[in-house]
């Protein structure tokens, strides 16, 4: 399926992930990010200037479905 990101923050707030937390694009704060880079989009965590567990795909959608599904399983 395709995931919007009006639909993957609506799905945040619905299960009570603060959506301050999420950011799609780059900037020095912590959390997570849903980014573009090149011909993929990467999904990983920063914290204080690192990122961790960093996971390219071929579509935002993918990305933001890969992210739902890690938040909801924490």
């Known amino acids: 399926g395709n995931m919007t990101r009006i639909e993957f ?4 707030t619905s299960n009570n992930i603060p959506t301050n937390i999420i950011h799609f694009e780059n ?4 959390g997570y990010y849903v980014l573009k880079n090149y011909h993929r989009w990467e999904v990983f965590y920063r914290e204080r200037g690192k990122d961790y567990d960093c996971v390219g795909f071929p ?5 933001l479905i890969y992210l739902a599904d890690k938040l909801m399983r924490k």
Not at 9 to 12: K, M
Not at 27 to 30: C, G, K
Not at 59 to 63: C, L, P, T
Request: with cysteine.
């Open 9 to 12: 923050l609506e799905l945040c």
């Open 59 to 63: 579509s935002e959608s993918d990305a």
């Open 27 to 30: 900037s020095v704060a912590d």
